[in-house]
């Protein structure tokens, strides 16, 4: 699996007034019509906990330049937002200056071996035209640059 490329992207909720979150590499469009994402986080996951009570989520899509922010989240520390720069918006965490940016609700919870796959229905999206996503592959981080030769 660790050939796949995949966007790397912080999936944050709110509890109470205080934001939470998880690094993730498993985030996918499902939708277009309704507004539809999928993630997939592991049955242990504190953020999975949270996002069956609040029934609300966020996806930053990192930037290139925030791979400290995704070794940040990896992690089990208490307070994975310490200094990192966000702000509520509505009722999830944006970090700010992530490449794409979507609020969502929780439109189904399906099983996924151990994992769950959270349905998220769109409800608010952004995008940063100029910001290139970070992306995992080989155990590594890169980006994405586009082909010149189309």
Request: hydrophobic share 45%.
């Amino acid at each position: 699996m660790a050939n796949l490329c995949a966007p790397v992207s912080i999936i944050t909720v709110m509890d109470a007034d205080r934001p939470h979150g998880t690094t993730v590499s498993a985030v996918m469009s499902l939708s277009m019509d309704p507004s539809l994402v999928a993630v997939a986080l592991a049955e242990t996951s504190q953020t999975l906990a949270r996002i069956r009570r609040s029934r609300a989520f966020g996806v930053n899509v990192l930037a290139d330049d925030q791979h400290h922010i995704a070794g940040r989240f990896a992690t089990k520390a208490p307070d994975r937002f310490g200094d990192i720069d966000w702000q509520q918006a509505g009722t999830v965490p944006r970090i700010t200056g992530s490449a794409v940016w979507l609020a969502c609700r929780v439109a189904g919870l399906l099983p996924g071996g151990d994992h769950t796959i959270v349905v998220g229905e769109v409800v608010a999206a952004e995008s940063d035209p100029l910001a290139r996503p970070l992306t995992y592959h080989r155990r590594g981080f890169g980006t994405h640059t586009a082909r010149t030769d189309r």
